[in-house]
């Protein structure tokens, strides 16, 4: 299906008169080599777009969208041209741009039709005369194939392109006078032959026959050996074409016409009743997108996908049509004669599925890869198997994109309803990034469902269907959801400034606090506003310190190995801590390891924790980033050492003692006080990480609760992303259901993290259910260098699996979901094009966002067994599906104002009026007028509508307004209401009055 250009390349931004004309071309087909790295674009337009321009789009796609992969791009225009074109037309409009395709391709042929002379006879006839030299004689069937193909192929014409000769220029007086001698010589030598010869030729033979630089070439060309030039006496040096043809057995009537039907190549070679053309074959056929340029004689199947024919020169036509195999398309030519197109296209049409045996070329002019040289086609049926959900119980897809989520999804809301509605599911839900401008369309087709549902029923004498059983659209979205319910100063207990402070830092092995081991601690004491004293001690962690750390931190193995382990550290530094509040910069990275150490130990412990990044970000809110380098450079605290627990230690206390000024400045005294100024910032909810989440709307209240979430994300929460803090989330929370999503959900990157039981534990707590997707969604996380916890798919399994126990512990539904970005696994290349675009390194390795069938996700689970797999993909996504209402995306009322007995109201000044202009006795015209308005008006809830009109016109005519220039049926009822005199009565029965 053609899609709009700047819907497969979203991203692609043109000059602005180059992005005019392309906001009208569709594309047809993307295709690709296997290798990957050449694109061919096959576009149309109704407009003529200059191949100028066509090459500055190549290079801006190249440039902007593939700069960092060795792609090359390569669009084929088709045009649709209106009938306004003729093929003199076009060739005026378009010459420059077939000129600078042919530099490109040869400076012979370029070179050749710069200068040729060109004339068209009829509509299809068209002749370049060039002269006559030998790179003319040796090219001038290529230029002539190129323009037929630029004509025919690309611009829709049928154009016969001639060549023909003249005299090349320039020539010297005596080389002049030579030719003219021997012209002269020429003409009297044929003409005393001929009459010679007339006396025992047929007369056909009298004609003059071709010179030798003439005719030579063109009995060649028509088949005659070399030796066969040479007549008997008696008719000429050469023969007439007519004798020769006579002598050969051609009846002379078909060989003057050219026809030579006898040496024909029937279109069948084969008694094989499924051999189209050709010969039969039973060569195994091979994937298109294995065919790597000029392979030679290749076995392909496929369906055709479009069909196109041209007459050319010879009495011949050329049929172009496009096979795919679902895998790619290739364009396959083949040449016959006029006379045998309706036989071959009996078999060969859009949509029948051929097999095919021919030759691979690369045309040298546009580099397109085709098929040629045909052997044998023959008819095969269909091998395609539309993807069909025949399990007996449905799954329900929860998590689903359309092309509404910017620069991601690439179906439309339609498709994926249909289909879901198609394969029985009994439900879809449409959750788009952020937004919901995806609902309507998705309404429209619902109802267009319903109603046939409906009609189904009646047709069958059914009772009636049961809204809520009948197929539901499921309207959510997939928030950036901000986490703001961490609060500045965590386990505040009432304490003040005045109170102890501990700053410390701490460097680990790694960034989970359950997988890796401390191995510094630094820590400053602040008393009354200052620095007081120090802690810092090395830990043993007990395992080799990572590379990417000791480059980090300059710690190594050596000086660890001497070290205490935690189990003596920790107490030492707790016992330096005693009852102080403890500060840090991003404290919950250093506090989850201390608590995790704790939990080990067995210590029971209380923590009051202040977080200086928190605090950094209400008090410099205008500083772009808030890292310990960075807020140390803005408040001039030396920094050295970066990365050492005892050194960032020391700068964060720096950093601590000067905020507790600015803090009490700021009216917070207290660190009560100091939380209350975090609570739903907006200015630190634009700063806080974002993360994926599901959020359904289960009725009309949580519709409604929806749409206020995408409202205030984008008015209010707005940075990069319409985000959605979870404090704001909690005050609206009715009515919605909350899924953690996939893996750049929440939960999904805390269990990456290694982050605590205790946080695991309060991330699942906030969600209804939990997610868990197949494994090729997740397969890249392989490849990452950032993400450690996964290195195999074992890995991504066992994070499923994981997830599955979390769900059973704390009594959560675990529903599979797709994650759909695109409706069929090969639409991925819509999708790769879009994350080209966004500069991704592993575009071109998509992840199989597509909707599956409930037994491609059966298949997908099966590690988790058969139980548990029925239960993720059917059992849980139903019992999420049957919470949920069937509902319209927007309240089915027009809700207008509300003036009792308006509609009343409305018919008696109607009629009353009218009464006035008319008398008792109506005219049939102007009752019937009435009737027809008022029944549209006051049934549509509009009549109060008119009412407030008839007022305001009352008003504007009072205060001296002209009211409207040319009224609809509706201004023009008002006016009539008003009492207006001016009214012109009989436009106004035409729909047509001036008030």
Known sequence: MAKQFFEVFPALKLEQKIQDLFEQVKVEKVSATKSRDYIRVTISSSYLIPKETVYKVETEIKKQLFAYQPVAVKLYERFRLSQQYTPEKLMDAYK?????????????????????????????????????????????????????????????????????????????????????????????????????????????????????????????????????????????????????????GFPRGEAAKGGRTDFKRPLKRSDHPDVIYGRDFQEEAIPIEDIEGEMGEVVIRGKIISFDSREIRNQKTILMFDVTDFTDTITIKIFIHNEQVAEMTEGIKKGAFIKLKGITSIDKFDNELTIGSVIGVKKIPDFTTSRKDNSLKKRVELHCHTKMSDMDGVSEAKDLVKRAYGWGHPAIAITDHGVVQAFPDANHVWEDLWKAEKGRCKEAGEPAPDKQDFFKIIYGMEAYLVDDLQELVMGEAGQDFSSDFVVFDIETTGFSPVNNRIIEIGAVKVKQGEIAEKFSAFVNPDVPIPFEIEKLTGINDSIVKDA????????????????????????????????????????????????????????????????????????????????????????????????????????????????????????????????????????????????????????????????????????????????????????????????????????????????????????????????????????????????????????????????????????????????????????????????????????????????????????????????????????????????????????????????????????EIVQKRLEKELNSIITNGFAVMYIIAQKLVWKSVEDGYLVGSRGSVGSSLVAFMAGITEVNHNALLQHDIGV
């Open 96 to 248: 420059e741009s077939i000129l600078l395709e042919l530099k490109a391709y040869s400076p012979v042929e370029y070179h050749l039709f710069k200068g040729a002379e060109i004339a068209f006879r009829g509509t299809e006839g068209l002749t370049l005369t060039v002269e006559d030299t030998t790179p003319a004689r040796s090219k001038a069937s290529e230029l002539s194939r190129i323009i037929e193909k630029i004509f025919n192929e690309r611009c829709g014409f049928s154009v016969i392109c001639r060549m023909e000769y003249k005299e090349k220029k320039n020539r010297s007086t005596q080389e002049e006078d030579l030719v003219i001698a021997r012209q002269v010589a020429e003409i009297a030598r044929r003409a005393a032959l001929g009459a010679e010869g007339n006396s025992t030729a047929p007369a056909d033979s009298a004609k003059p026959q071709p010179s030798a630089a003439q005719g030579g070439k063109e009995e060649k060309k028509e088949g005659f050996a070399p030796g066969q030039s040479k007549a008997p006496a008696g008719t000429g040096a050469t023969g007439s074409f007519s004798a020769q043809t006579e002598r050969r």
């Open 564 to 923: 205490p382990y935690i189990e003596q550290v920790l107490p030492e530094f707790l016992a330096f801590c005693q009852d102080a509040v403890l500060v840090a910069h991003n404290a919950g990275f250093d506090m989850s390891f201390i608590k995790e150490n704790v939990l080990r130990q067995g210590l029971s412990r209380r923590f009051t924790c202040a977080d200086t990044l928190g605090i950094a970000r209400i008090l410099l809110p205008h500083q772009a980033k808030h890292t310990l380098d960075a807020v140390a450079k803005t408040l001039g605290v030396s920094l050295e050492n970066h990365h050492r627990a005892v050194d960032d230690a020391q700068a964060t206390a720096e950093i601590f003692v000067k905020f507790i000024p600015m803090l009490k400045q700021a009216g917070a005294d207290t660190l009560a006080k100091v939380n209350a100024m975090g609570n739903s910032s907006p200015e630190i909810i634009k700063r806080l990480p974002s993360y994926h989440a599901i959020i359904l709307a289960e009725n009309n209240v949580g519709r409604e609760n929806l749409y206020t979430l995408v409202s205030e994300s984008h008015l209010t929460y707005y940075s990069k992303r319409p985000r959605v803090p979870k404090s704001f989330l909690m005050k609206h929370r009715e009515g919605l259901i909350l899924g953690s999503a996939c893996e750049a959900g929440e939960l999904y990157r805390a269990l990456l993290d290694g982050k605590g039981e205790a946080e695991i534990a309060r991330i699942v707590n906030f969600y209804d259910y939990l997610e868990i997707q197949p494994v090729g969604n997740n397969r890249f996380m392989i490849e990452s260098e950032k993400i450690t916890a996964i290195n195999s798919i074992e890995d991504i399994q066992e994070m499923n699996r994981r997830i599955v126990r979390l769900g059973e512990q704390f009594g959560k539904p675990v529903a599979a979901t797709c994650d759909v970005h695109f409706l069929e696994p090969e639409d991925e290349v819509y999708r790769r094009i879009i994350m080209a675009g966004k500069h991704f390194a592993d575009a071109d390795n998509q992840a199989p966002l597509y909707l599956r069938t409930t037994e491609e996700m059966l298949e997908e689970f099966s590690y988790l067994g058969r139980e548990k797999a029925e239960e993720v993909v059917i059992t849980n996504t139903n019992r999420i599906a049957d919470r949920i209402d069937v509902m319209a995306p927007v309240r089915p009322d027009k809700c207008p104002p509300v003036i009792p007995d308006s509609d009343k109201t409305l018919t008696d000044i109607c009629y009353n009026r009218a009464h006035e202009l008319y008398g008792e006795e109506l005219p």
